[in-house]
């Protein structure tokens, strides 16, 4: 169907931190911060948990969740809402993942240490940019 | 999308402050379920969740618009000190419009460490 | 509503129509025309030489002339291991030649660990992240504190880079990789063309490398032996023949009693003699792997250490230079029956040598030059018929397994102080 249009594909290399919001089953939100959400194709994406349990638990009770992206291009937000699919431990979009931690794990001593456990992969259902929020870049300049 | 917010004297009622134009599904989904997640993350990966009850939102007014002015800039500080790029960081902290904004406030009932790596996920208080 | 072509508006609306649809089919043609054309331009470049070098330069200019990758570097895996070392560069002020990567280590070392092209835009974001949880866990007693940081060749505030393997027939040659100091410099467009510039290069960089070998191998082999240079070549180490200096032990030996049998014997009687010594001194250099500088005549000059390293240098040249006192001496029992009085004596010493090829156009040698040849030869030259006399300075490594005995101080040119040498009486394993 191909939801995700080509220009949000910046927003997906981890240059800016985003966020993911879940819901537990009985209305609870939970929100966190996450370092990258991975461009898997134009319908889906893929994030890796390490950390983030409650997130891993809602998810289970509720496949729901919204995810909410900056491009460093443009630096204009996307709201993508989120259904889970499945947890990869293997496979392309597993590989991609798993080697870009490895290398920088190895740079800053975590080599072994720190790796991806799963690739948490999500069917976009919707994908809105955000409008009316951006302070032109004209106005924003450093002073000199 | 928050940008900025207030601790009132309570300690307990927390203020966000919300870009108008982000604000009306949000306040919609509060009206309906009156329970708010809140994360707070610093630029060195230090991060807080807030989880509460909503209680009230009204237009900012120019004090709380001072204060969020006051806001953005040291926020734009913190990202550059924790090793953004110019680039990034001055577009990414000065360049949301914050401004007209909803001022909505809820009460804290939990807060919880989510810096990533040992301890993520602890409930604080 | 479909145009009506009887109608001149209507005709006018479908030629526009259709002008703009040639307009953009001529730009999609034009795009991919020139893609081609670029790869093209780069294949004819990288395949017009076999110079391994200038395959890499050719290369790294490509990619930046035509393709915009201002910094790109290109690392060869080890012939004989599995270090990557830095081959060539371009856009790096300190050139980072030879420099090493291991597998695994970093998007270079992951790369050609997992023989798969990878694309990162925000390495400096997730540097921060992950430093930053690793100080949580030290801080928390995870993780012991982090060790020196080996240094990585590449650009010190690199953001994007885009590095792929270099595969010849299912084997990897090498890395290439391009980086960037901006956040996502690079897109799918970029792996496709880098895919297919670095596949050629492969293949360009094969055939360059076993074209240099076999260019090596040819002009070793005129120096060494042929096994030996068949471990140079494969070591992928720096060419022994350009002047070095390195601690090496030498061996030499002559046959006492020469000059006098050359006075007195017939020529074939001569050469049979000396056929005979040499071939079985020359079993035993083999065997033990030293390297023969010289002979001349009835002395031979030997060492060990180079052009290949060995930890056990010093052992080798006693243990030689005692299987050869044994041989000789079986040699000169049966010469003594055909009248000859011929015994082999022997200096072993340890020190520094200048090492290189030594001699003229024509007439080369590979050489070892210093005190410690002076000094070997000197002790030699000392030597009683049958005696090994070493210099002190071999007693650390060898001392274990000889017996020896003092013999006394001797004056030698280039030392300042006499040496105290001491005679080889027996290896402590032999009967």
Redesign the interface.
């Known amino acids: 169907m191909g939801i995700l249009p080509d220009e949000i594909k910046p927003a997906m290399q981890g240059v800016i931190p985003s966020h993911v919001v879940t819901c537990s089953r009985d209305g609870t939100p939970n929100a966190s911060a996450i370092s990258q959400v991975y461009y898997v194709d134009a319908d889906h994406v893929a994030l890796s948990h390490q950390f983030f349990n409650k997130t891993k638990r809602n998810i289970e009770e509720n496949p729901r969740a919204a995810v909410w992206v900056i491009s460093p291009e443009t630096f204009e937000a996307w709201d993508l809402e989120l259904e889970f699919v499945g947890s990869e431990t293997s496979g392309p979009v597993f590989e991609v993942m798993e080697m870009q931690i490895e290398a920088i794990a190895s740079i800053v001593g975590m080599k072994g240490i720190f790796k991806l456990r799963a690739a948490d992969i999500f069917r976009v259902t919707a994908a809105t940019k955000a409008v009316g929020e951006r302070i032109p870049l004209t106005e924003i300049r450093a002073p000199r | 999308m928050a940008v900025g917010a207030a601790v009132h004297h309570d300690r307990r009622t927390v203020t966000v402050f919300v870009p108008t134009a982000r604000a009306s599904r949000l306040l919609r989904d509060l009206a309906s379920n009156g329970r708010i997640a809140v994360g707070v993350s610093l630029a060195s990966h230090e991060a807080y969740q807030l989880k509460g009850t909503y209680v009230s939102s009204k237009p900012t007014d120019d004090a709380e618009r001072a204060h969020q002015e006051a806001r953005r800039n040291s926020l734009l500080a913190s990202a550059l000190e924790a090793g953004y790029p110019e680039a990034i960081a001055r577009p990414l902290t000065m360049g949301l419009a914050y401004t007209p904004g909803v001022a909505i406030t809820f009460r804290a009932e939990e807060v919880f460490l989510q810096t990533p790596g040992p301890g993520a996920g602890t409930l604080l208080s | 509503m479909p145009a009506d072509p009887l109608d001149p508006a209507g005709l006018r609306e479908l030629i526009v129509e259709n002008q703009a649809t040639i307009d953009r089919l001529n730009r999609d043609l034009a795009r991919k025309s020139n893609e081609v054309r670029i790869i093209q331009q780069i294949s004819s470049e990288i395949t017009s030489t076999l110079d391994l070098d200038e395959v890499l330069g050719v290369v790294l200019s490509a990619l930046d002339r035509v393709l915009g990758f201002e910094h790109s570097m290109i690392l060869l895996k080890g012939l004989t291991d599995d270090v990557l070392r830095v081959a060539a560069t371009r856009g790096y002020p300190d050139q980072g030649t030879g420099a090493r990567v291991a597998m ?4 270079i ?3 050609a660990e ?1 023989r ?1 092209m ?1 694309r ?18 030290e801080a ?1 007693g ?2 012991g504190p ?2 020196p ?1 080996a240094t ?1 060749p590449g650009l010190a505030d690199v ?1 994007s880079q885009l590095a792929l393997p270099l595969t010849v027939k299912d084997r990897l040659v090498g890395v290439l990789s391009v980086e960037s100091r901006e ?2 410099a690079f ?1 799918e467009l970029d792996e496709v063309l880098l895919r297919i510039v670095g596949n050629q290069a492969a293949t360009a960089m094969d055939n360059a490398r076993s074209y240099r070998t076999v260019e090596q191998l040819g002009r070793l082999k005129r120096f060494f032996s042929p096994q030996l240079a068949e471990l140079i070549v494969q070591g992928g180490a720096d060419d022994p023949l350009k002047t070095h200096r390195r601690e090496v032990t030498v061996v030499f030996l002559d046959l006492r009693g020469f000059t006098a049998f050359a006075e007195t014997s017939e020529p074939e009687e001569l050469m049979e003699v000396l056929r005979e010594y040499h071939a079985e001194m020359g079993k035993l250099i083999l065997a033990h792997e030293g390297t023969l500088e010289r002979f001349t005549g009835d002395g031979m000059m030997i060492f060990f250490n180079d052009p290949l390293p060995m930890a056990d240098a010093a052992e080798r040249a006693v243990r030689m230079a005692v299987a050869m006192r044994a041989r000789a001496a079986q040699l000169a029992t049966r010469w003594r029956r055909l009248g000859h009085e011929l015994d082999l004596g022997i200096g072993v010493a340890k020190g520094f040598a200048t090492i290189g090829a030594i001699g003229f156009e024509g007439r080369w040698d590979y050489g070892a030059i210093g005190t410690v040849t002076n000094l070997a030869a000197r002790l030699c030259g000392e030597a009683k018929p049958g005696q090994i006399l070493i210099s002190p300075r071999l007693l650390p490594e060898v001392e274990g397994l000889l017996e020896v005995e003092d013999v006394g101080l001797l004056a030698v040119k280039g030392l300042a102080r006499p040496v105290r040498a001491m005679n080889i009486v027996r290896l402590h394993d032999t009967a």
């Open positions: 695994g280590e970093g998007v070392g992951v790369v997992r798969k990878m990162m835009g925000s390495i400096g974001a997730s540097m921060r992240y992950l430093k930053s949880v690793r100080a949580r866990m928390a995870e993780v982090k060790g940081a990585l953001q956040p996502n897109d």
